[in-house]
């Protein structure tokens, strides 16, 4: 799946590099002061909210692009 042209081919990969960057830099730190203020268990139900939060979003997002899909065709 192409999803950049010839032209931003670069800033495409500056984007995914930076948004992997950020990640690595905020969620452990998230993650350690939510153990430190409310406990490791609060840690994974809060893991388990994002996780569910995530896969309720791809699947929107796959019906979405067949949806998409089907009307160009």
Do not use: D
């Amino acid at each position: 799946m192409e999803r950049s042209k010839g032209k931003n081919k670069g800033a495409y990969m500056a984007l995914y590099t930076i948004s992997f960057s950020v990640a690595n830099i905020i969620g452990p730190n998230i993650g350690m002061h939510i153990v430190a203020k409310y406990g490791y268990a609060t840690l994974w139900y809060f893991s388990i909210c994002i996780l569910l939060l995530a896969i309720i979003l791809f699947y929107w997002l796959k019906k979405e692009y067949f949806r998409h899909k089907k009307t160009l065709q």
